[in-house]
């Protein structure tokens, strides 16, 4: 029934459409013809009035030239002289009429008045006006031009009959399209009438179908309420599970130090798949991990747990970051699970190293005694994005004192523009660094989002090289080789930095990316 009514309706709105269309069609028609015969009349009256202008211009020539002869007075050249003066301007602007308005034979007939006027004048008019008078002789010479009179004046005449009909013809054209307006407007108010009456039936109808929908929409309602409930009960239960599992203590060692924070967005987006985790390792080494899962409950927080655990069985492993992220993206693409973003490394307190490998995650931040802070290499794509992506292995030599900031991309996307988020992200660990605050991390995150809301899940975490070397020297990145190279030396030949290019983000992704 409704799809009926509907399919009604569409018909009746076609069909409106159309018909107005034609109105509207036939408006602009009927408003052409009318234009058209008006700018005819227009013409028409001009011509008229140009036709009876060189006609009088033609009998003041004539009367001049016979008062001449008749007295030999020189006061009747002068009249000759302007009709002489006005005629080709007037016989030029009757031809121009004529033939805006389409009349040829009148055309052809103003042109041939103005050739017989020329002829007049030259054969009659001259000579009786350059010669002494002599009414004998210019008698001669107007009955030889008589039959030049006679042709201009039967021109004349055709011009004048002609376009008086043409004026007929445009008196005509418009009767006869304010006639077509007058069928256009009743016709307009039949159908009108007529679509009327359908919608008034359509309305009836329609006063049914809502009171049908009215019931059926309580009902969507109720079962609203009943998913609304489901939601709820979801949400306490990923709530839980990421409780259970997001805190986990950092390590704590003397010569290593951690700071770390998570903030949810909004209550409605708190369970989020940003995490982060530190593992202690023999020989001064600690494993650091953070990443971030695509969406959010609790497919988010289960996803961001197996992420996590993989990460840490794989490292235990291997003892390359890259190896680490190729061993879990293998797991999580045969899994079909969200994309996760990472960053895995190993710390070396020993030898002021830090070892990572980032996918598809923000670059490390990198504090240093004495320098600004910068931004480290990364690239690669997700974890889960393609089945055999290989990720990029980055050595950093460092110094005591130095920090390495991990973050998740709300703490650089929260004002859509990244190198903006970047940038802010700096001044605050330059600011951490100047003031020497004692959690890194947290005053990173409540310097960057002072005055700003939290668009986006954010988790930092930050793993710090003690400050004081082992003679209790203070050490910055100026003279990190003269202060430590010779323990370093004791230990075995030094690693220097390799930096891979620098590859912010990666552009090429495949089609699950993508998708």
């Known amino acids: 029934m409704v799809q009926r009514s509907t399919s009604t309706f569409v018909g009746v709105v076609l069909t409106l459409i159309l018909v107005l269309g034609l109105l509207i069609g036939g408006g602009f028609y009927v408003r052409t013809l009318i234009t058209q015969a008006f700018d005819d009349t227009a013409a028409i009256r001009a011509a008229l009035g140009y036709s009876r202008q060189i006609l009088v211009a033609q009998l003041d020539e004539e009367t001049g030239v016979r008062g001449f002869a008749a007295t030999g007075d020189r006061v009747f050249v002068g009249p000759y002289d302007t009709a002489r003066a006005r005629f080709p301007v007037l016989a030029t602007k009757l031809q121009a009429e004529l033939d805006a308005i389409g009349e040829h034979d009148a055309y052809a007939a103003a042109v041939d008045a103005a050739a017989i006027n020329a002829r007049w004048v030259q054969m009659v008019a001259q000579p009786i ?55 256009l407007v009743g016709t307009a108010a039949v159908f009108i009438a007529a679509v009327g009456a359908v919608f008034l039936e359509m309305q009836r109808r329609n006063d049914v179908r809502i009171q049908r929908e009215r019931l059926r929409a309580e009902h969507e309602q109720r079962e609203a309420e009943t998913l609304r409930a ?47 985790d530190a593992l202690e390792l023999p020989n001064n080494r600690v494993l650091f991990a953070i990443g971030d899962v695509t969406g959010h409950g609790i497919e988010a927080a289960v996803t961001m747990n197996r992420a996590r655990q993989a990460l840490i069985s794989s490292a235990l492993l291997e003892g390359d970051p890259a190896a680490v992220l190729g061993r879990v993206n293998a797991e999580m693409y045969r899994q079909n699970a969200p994309l996760v973003t990472a960053v895995a490394g ?28 910068r931004l480290l290499p990364c690239g690669s794509l997700p974890l889960g994005a393609l089945g055999g992506s290989v990720y990029q292995l980055h050595r950093i030599q460092s110094v005591p004192g130095a920090t390495l900031v991990l973050y998740t ?94 590859n912010r983000r990666s552009t090429a992704l495949p089609e699950r990316l993508a998708s």
């Open 409 to 502: 991309d709300g703490a650089v996307e929260h004002s859509r523009n990244v190198i903006e988020g970047e940038e802010l992200l700096i001044e605050a660990a330059a600011g951490a660094a100047e003031q020497r605050v004692d959690d890194t991390a947290s005053f990173i995150h409540k310097t960057i989002f002072d005055g700003r809301a939290v668009g986006d899940d954010v988790a930092i975490l930050t793993i710090s090289f003690a400050a004081e070397t082992a003679t209790g020297l203070r050490i910055s990145a100026d003279d990190a080789q003269s202060a430590f190279v010779g323990r370093l030396g004791r230990n075995g030949p030094a690693r220097t930095s390799r930096v891979a290019p620098q």
């Open 230 to 276: 489901a939601y709820d009960a979801e949400k306490r239960i990923a709530d839980s599970l990421q409780e259970a599992i997001a805190q986990r203590p950092l390590p704590t060692l003397p010569t290593l130090r951690f700071s770390a924070t998570y903030v949810p967005a909004t209550e409605e987006t708190k369970v989020g798949g940003d995490w982060y």
């Open 346 to 373: 190993f710390a070396d307190a020993g030898t002021y190293e830090f070892v990572y490998s980032t996918a598809g995650h923000p670059p490390p931040l990198l504090i240093e005694p004495g320098r600004r802070p």
């Open 129 to 183: 006006l350059a010669s002494h008078p002599d009414l004998q002789h210019a008698i001669v010479l107007e009955l030889e031009g008589k039959a030049l009179i006679d042709r201009f004046r039967a021109d004349s005449d055709r011009i004048n009959a002609d376009v008086v009909h043409r004026q007929q013809v445009s008196q005509a054209a418009i009767r006869d399209a304010i006639d077509r307006i007058n069928v």
